[in-house]
């Protein structure tokens, strides 16, 4: 990129309307073509190579076909502009245009530096967006995407050349969307995910468009863009490294998101000089604003003691509308709005939290946050017992991967071994264990995801229970009897493998597994990977002859059944499968939540010790149909868009 803007500034006379500062526009552009084509064209429908089964007429052409012409134009073009370099007069090459109005001395180090800082706060805004908006408000699929998107599009606009953002008006604008963010994140915490989605991407544009354009209007002349563009990749890359790689060593939350949005507050454009003793008295109240409204907001909370569900809804409402209106006074100086935003979101995060359950444990990994928490369980009245009359509450204990729940156990003794979540014995997994029961097929059993072990609690004495599980803090978490103890009060011996778990599968003998249980697909996280014709065709040769594969597919976004009934009926193999809906209040008591399962076998035999429940329903009843080769998902072409709900 900066070779061919030195290029073209070489071979013509940039001026600020036609400057080689617009060929960056023109990439960004192009990245943004692909981030959205990729998904949504390509992917679904282009092979990563030609299948040699195919029987089309065009089988042969394939993503590698594409990649490799691509490459091929592109090295022509390049080509071609190298010559046109190389023949251009002497007189017209390395010379910098005199009229293209922007500074021609050597930047200095402070110089420098800004870029560095504009650059790497939008890349870290970015990225937190994405994280944020995954881990804390809904877990949609593909939603990192859109941030991306935004992000490039705001370089586009940024660098034009046609477009002028003023940087106060783009500063005012982030500033009040931030907050008007945080607020509707306090006053409604996950009940209306699709305003806070909104809010948070329209806030991170506006910072971005901010500092974008901040750093477009500090770009240098086209003899020093080389520099330049050096120093915009290293801000960008180290707001890469400080989201992937320090905030999951530093913190327990997406703490990073607000930290960086804070930061690019503070390099909103600054006001104009004053006297010294007003530039002091305008420090003191930088500070001494902020911290009276929390103050404020804390001492409001404290006083407004209530225990009325309306009245606590009506205080955060209160407290969040001063909070918003005192923090809406600060926006004159980037220095004070950054306080205030400072202020703002550790109110609502520490004042959300109060009455949100006990967080016993947290902790943040490569795969995202994970969080151990008891909360009050639904209220009911028993009729016999020592509490007969009374309303008792169980409390259950859930383990969440970011917003998605992905095990839950009655920690209370004599119903903590009872599996709960998903994994009730009235579910679909339950009556798998009960048709199986008392046959050698549930001696050696294999799970794809551990969560919080639930499964664990159908093991009897002499059988053996291995687990499979990507993420090592998950299996700390299961194995730590503070949290969990459905692996250590297993009947049966437990063993938790870290790894992906079709490799390890991969590395066991053929015809091992009675029973083997896929259980890694939840909310947006879809390993497609292990959900393809191949994977399906691995996990048959796993189990023995009359062995039983169960999916576990509840999932938010995705509807997963006729993804598994287009491979089944590709493979040619027998499958059921149930939706498990319909709760008791005694279920729902006990931890029950609503789940969807299928359970494949090599052959039909296999199967009919099911047909005595009524839940179980033919795989291939949910196939679309005639059929739809796009949910055949394989290792060479697999589309998450075509099975969204």
Same mark, same amino acid.
């Given at each position: 990129?900066?070779?061919?803007?030195?290029?073209?500034?070489?071979?013509?006379?940039?001026?600020?309307?036609?400057?080689?500062?617009?060929?960056?526009?023109?990439?960004?552009?192009?990245?943004?073509?692909?981030?959205?084509?990729?998904?949504?064209?390509?992917?679904?429908?282009?092979?990563?190579?030609?299948?040699?089964?195919?029987?089309?007429?065009?089988?042969?052409?394939?993503?590698?076909?594409?990649?490799?012409?691509?490459?091929?134009?592109?090295?022509?073009?390049?080509?071609?502009?190298?010559?046109?370099?190389?023949?251009?007069?002497?007189?017209?090459?390395?010379?910098?245009?005199?009229?293209?109005?922007?500074?021609?001395?050597?930047?200095?180090?402070?110089?420098?530096?800004?870029?560095?800082?504009?650059?790497?706060?939008?890349?870290?805004?970015?990225?937190?967006?994405?994280?944020?908006?995954?881990?804390?408000?809904?877990?949609?699929?593909?939603?990192?995407?859109?941030?991306?998107?935004?992000?490039?599009?705001?370089?586009?606009?940024?660098?034009?050349?046609?477009?002028?953002?003023?940087?106060?008006?783009?500063?005012?604008?982030?500033?009040?969307?931030?907050?008007?963010?945080?607020?509707?994140?306090?006053?409604?915490?996950?009940?209306?995910?699709?305003?806070?989605?909104?809010?948070?991407?329209?806030?991170?544009?506006?910072?971005?468009?901010?500092?974008?354009?901040?750093?477009?209007?500090?770009?240098?002349?086209?003899?020093?863009?080389?520099?330049?563009?050096?120093?915009?990749?290293?801000?960008?890359?180290?707001?890469?490294?400080?989201?992937?790689?320090?905030?999951?060593?530093?913190?327990?939350?997406?703490?990073?998101?607000?930290?960086?949005?804070?930061?690019?507050?503070?390099?909103?454009?600054?006001?104009?000089?004053?006297?010294?003793?007003?530039?002091? !008295?305008?420090?003191?109240?930088?500070?001494?604003?902020?911290?009276?409204?929390?103050?404020?907001?804390?001492?409001?909370?404290? /006083?407004?003691?209530?225990?009325?569900?309306?009245?606590?809804?009506?205080?955060?409402?209160?407290?969040?509308?001063?909070?918003?209106?005192?923090?809406? *006074?600060?926006?004159?100086?980037?220095?004070?709005?950054?306080?205030?935003?400072?202020?703002?979101?550790?109110?609502?995060?520490?004042?959300?939290?109060?009455?949100?359950?006990?967080?016993?444990?947290?902790?943040?990994?490569?795969?995202?946050?994970?969080?151990?928490?008891?909360?009050?369980?639904?209220?009911?009245?028993?009729?016999?017992?020592?509490?007969?009359?009374?309303?008792?509450?169980?409390?259950?204990?859930?383990?969440?991967?970011?917003?998605?729940?992905?095990?839950?156990?009655?920690?209370?003794?004599?119903?903590?071994?009872?599996?709960?979540?998903?994994?009730?014995?009235?579910?679909?997994?339950?009556?798998?264990?009960?048709?199986?029961?008392?046959?050698?097929?549930?001696?050696?059993?294999? %799970?794809?995801?551990?969560?919080?072990?639930?499964?664990?609690?159908?093991?009897?004495?002499?059988?053996?229970?291995?687990?499979?599980?990507?993420?090592? /803090?998950?299996?700390?978490?299961?194995?730590?009897?503070?949290?969990?103890?459905?692996? !250590?009060?297993?009947?049966?011996?437990?063993? *938790?493998?870290?790894?992906?778990?079709?490799?390890?599968?991969?590395?066991?003998?053929?015809?091992? %597994?009675?029973?083997?249980?896929?259980?890694?697909?939840?909310?947006?996280?879809?390993?497609?990977?292990?959900?393809?014709?191949?994977?399906?065709?691995?996990?048959?040769?796993?189990?023995?002859?009359?062995?039983?594969?169960?999916?576990?597919?509840?999932?938010?976004?995705?509807?997963?059944?006729?993804?598994?009934?287009?491979?089944?009926?590709?493979?040619?193999?027998?499958?059921?499968?149930?939706?498990?809906?319909?709760?008791?209040?005694?279920?729902?008591?006990?931890?029950?939540?609503?789940?969807?399962?299928?359970?494949?076998?090599?052959?039909? /035999?296999?199967?009919?010790?099911?047909?005595?429940?009524?839940?179980?329903?033919?795989?291939?009843?949910?196939?679309?149909?005639?059929?739809?080769?796009?949910?055949?998902?394989?290792?060479?072409?697999?589309?998450?868009?075509?099975?969204?709900?």
């Amino acid at each position: 990129g900066p070779l061919l803007q030195s290029w073209a500034a070489a071979l013509g006379r940039p001026t600020p309307r036609s400057s080689p500062y617009t060929l960056y526009a023109a990439s960004n552009l192009g990245s943004l073509a692909a981030l959205v084509a990729y998904p949504t064209i390509v992917e679904p429908y282009l092979p990563v190579v030609a299948s040699p089964s195919a029987s089309t007429a065009l089988s042969w052409f394939s993503q590698g076909v594409l990649w490799t012409c691509g490459y091929g134009l592109f090295v022509a073009l390049m080509f071609g502009c190298a010559v046109a370099v190389a023949r251009a007069p002497a007189a017209t090459t390395h010379t910098a245009a005199p009229d293209d109005g922007l500074p021609r001395a050597a930047p200095t180090w402070r110089q420098r530096l800004m870029w560095c800082v504009l650059a790497f706060a939008p890349s870290s805004a970015m990225l937190g967006t994405a994280q944020a908006l995954t881990t804390d408000v809904a877990a949609v699929p593909l939603l990192f995407i859109v941030p991306l998107a935004l992000y490039l599009l705001t370089l586009v606009l940024a660098f034009w050349g046609r477009i002028h953002i003023p940087p106060r008006a783009s500063f005012l604008a982030a500033a009040v969307l931030t907050m008007a963010t945080c607020a509707m994140g306090w006053i409604l915490p996950r009940q209306s995910p699709a305003i806070d989605i909104a809010l948070h991407l329209a806030s991170l544009t506006a910072w971005a468009l901010c500092c974008h354009g901040r750093l477009a209007d500090r770009r240098p002349a086209a003899s020093q863009l080389t520099d330049y563009y050096l120093w915009i990749a290293l801000g960008g890359a180290l707001g890469g490294v400080f989201n992937g790689l320090l905030a999951p060593l530093l913190f327990t939350s997406v703490a990073e998101y607000p930290i960086v949005l804070t930061l690019a507050a503070l390099l909103g454009p600054p006001r104009p000089a004053r006297t010294a003793s007003r530039e002091r !008295r305008a420090l003191a109240l930088d500070l001494l604003l902020p911290l009276a409204m929390a103050a404020l907001v804390f001492g409001l909370h404290a /006083a407004w003691k209530t225990d009325s569900a309306d009245d606590i809804l009506l205080r955060v409402r209160v407290e969040a509308a001063l909070a918003l209106g005192l923090a809406l *006074t600060t926006l004159g100086r980037p220095v004070r709005c950054a306080a205030a935003l400072a202020v703002l979101f550790i109110s609502s995060r520490a004042l959300s939290l109060l009455g949100d359950g006990e967080t016993l444990y947290a902790e943040r990994t490569f795969f995202g946050t994970l969080r151990v928490k008891e909360v009050e369980g639904v209220s009911f009245i028993p009729q016999g017992g020592p509490h007969a009359g009374q309303v008792v509450r169980l409390p259950l204990r859930h383990l969440f991967h970011g917003t998605t729940m992905h095990g839950t156990q009655l920690p209370r003794a004599g119903l903590s071994l009872q599996p709960a979540g998903y994994y009730h014995r009235s579910g679909p997994i339950g009556n798998v264990f009960q048709m199986l029961e008392g046959t050698s097929l549930t001696d050696e059993v294999g %799970f794809v995801g551990l969560g919080a072990g639930a499964c664990a609690a159908y093991a009897k004495p002499g059988q053996r229970f291995s687990f499979y599980e990507l993420d090592p /803090a998950v299996i700390r978490i299961a194995r730590n009897p503070a949290y969990f103890t459905y692996l !250590r009060d297993s009947p049966g011996t437990v063993r *938790t493998i870290s790894g992906d778990g079709r490799l390890r599968l991969g590395l066991e003998p053929d015809g091992h %597994f009675g029973l083997l249980v896929i259980d890694a697909f939840s909310s947006d996280a879809v390993p497609m990977h292990l959900l393809t014709r191949e994977a399906l065709a691995l996990y048959l040769r796993k189990v023995q002859s009359g062995g039983v594969v169960a999916f576990h597919l509840s999932s938010e976004f995705f509807d997963l059944l006729p993804v598994v009934a287009e491979i089944a009926n590709a493979l040619g193999v027998p499958g059921l499968a149930w939706i498990d809906a319909a709760m008791t209040p005694e279920q729902i008591v006990t931890g029950k939540q609503p789940s969807r399962w299928a359970v494949i076998a090599a052959a039909p /035999a296999a199967l009919q010790r099911f047909a005595s429940t009524p839940g179980w329903r033919p795989l291939p009843s949910f196939r679309r149909p005639g059929g739809d080769r796009h949910l055949l998902w394989t290792d060479l072409q697999a589309s998450p868009f075509a099975a969204l709900r």
